[in-house]
């Protein structure tokens, strides 16, 4: 049994390896060196991301919001992005 990295948004219990969805919700600082790759473009406020395994989700910072379903992720940009 893996063990529960966080709880997601939609009230999903994520565990390593799993796949979800990201919102962001807050604008935040890129790295600098991610900023220097090639076509990189910082993610606009309230757009999706997904699906993903991101091993630092334990490290969360109030920047971006996690869900299991992308219905789930996209209801809540529809609701909260006006």
């Not at 790295?31 to 757009?47: Q, V």
């Not at 219905?71 to 909260?80: D, R, T, V, Y």
Request: aromatic share 14%.
């Amino acid at each position: 049994m893996n063990n529960i990295i966080f709880t997601s948004k939609d009230e999903y219990d994520i565990t390593e390896g799993m796949r979800y969805y990201s919102v962001k919700v807050r604008e935040y600082e890129t790295h600098p060196a991610i900023k220097k790759l090639k076509g990189f473009k910082t993610p606009p406020l309230w757009s999706m991301c997904g699906p993903y395994i991101n091993p630092e989700a334990h490290k969360q910072t109030g920047d971006i919001a996690y869900f299991y379903k992308k219905e789930n992720a996209i209801e809540f940009i529809k609701q909260n992005n006006q």
